[in-house]
C-alpha cells in the first residue's frame, strides 16, 4: 500500500516556474515507478511526466518537453515536479501518481489528492 500526499499548486504567472511535491509513504517506495498526471477544466486526466523504476529514465508528454522535470528522491520518498516558462494552458489539478509496474503512463495504482496550479496573464 502506498499514500501519496501531493503539494505545492498556487497561483503563478506566465512564464514563472513552480516545483510541486510528493510525498509517499511505504516502504517500498523505491520500487514504484512514479509520475504526474493533470485535468484540466473541462479535459479529462492526462499523463504529465514520469520516472521508471529501476533505470529512473524519465518520459513526458509532448506539451510539457523541455519545461518540466520530474525526479525523484527514494531516501525522501518524494517526487518533484519542476515546472518551468508554464504557459496559461497548464492550469490544472495536478495528481501524484505511483504504479507497480516499470513505466507509469498507462498504468497507476495510487493517486494522490491533487493540487491546483492556477497560471495567469
Known amino acids: 500500500q502506498v499514500q501519496l500526499v501531493d503539494s505545492g499548486g498556487r497561483l503563478v504567472q506566465a512564464g514563472g516556474s513552480l516545483r510541486l511535491s510528493c510525498a509517499a509513504s511505504?516502504?517500498?517506495?523505491?520500487?514504484?515507478?512514479m509520475g504526474w498526471f493533470r485535468q484540466r477544466p473541462g479535459k479529462e486526466r492526462e499523463f504529465v511526466a514520469g520516472v521508471t523504476w529501476p533505470g529512473r529514465i524519465t518520459d513526458y508528454a509532448d506539451s510539457v518537453k523541455g519545461r518540466f522535470a520530474i525526479f525523484r528522491d527514494d531516501a525522501k520518498n518524494t517526487v518533484y515536479l519542476q515546472m518551468n516558462s508554464l504557459k496559461l494552458e497548464d492550469t490544472a489539478v495536478y495528481y501524484c501518481a505511483a504504479a507497480s509496474t516499470t513505466t507509469i503512463r498507462n498504468y497507476v495504482d495510487y493517486w494522490g489528492q491533487g493540487t491546483q496550479v492556477t497560471v495567469s496573464s
Open positions: 511505504g516502504r517500498t517506495f523505491s520500487s514504484y515507478a
